[in-house]
């Protein structure tokens, strides 16, 4: 590892940044967030990500494509979780902290309606 004396880790190249361009790079990370956990729920069920396209009726890219993307559609989301056999849900937070919970799947949520 000789060759690596005097290298500098990320983290502290990461530090000597500007506060804003740190804040942009939190923020991006946060937004990968679903996209990781979407990926850890889709491996701790066995499951590749072509059978999850299959499933999903969508290209194996388009499964790589959601796990590390930063911003995606709500509707990727949902068509992505019901092909785990699972569901997702929207959950707003007011000021005054009221919440609202929103089904992504339509037909969730009427079955929950009618349960």
């Known amino acids: 590892m000789d060759g690596l004396k005097g290298a500098v880790s990320w983290k502290d190249m990461r530090a000597e940044l500007p506060q ?6 939190n923020e991006k990370r946060a937004r990968r967030l679903a996209g990781e956990a979407m990926a850890s729920l ?11 396209a299959a499933s999903a009726e969508i290209p194996q890219s388009n499964v790589s494509r959601t796990e590390k993307s930063d911003d995606m559609l709500l509707s ?8 785990l056999g699972g569901s997702a849900e929207l959950v707003l937070h007011s000021a005054e902290g009221k919440e609202v919970h929103i089904a992504l799947d339509p037909d969730a949520a009427l079955k929950k309606e009618r349960a």
């Open 76 to 83: 990727s989301i949902a068509r992505y979780m019901r092909a």
């Open 20 to 25: 804003d361009v740190q804040d942009r790079l």
């Open 42 to 52: 889709r491996r701790e069920l066995g499951m590749t990500q072509s059978e999850l």
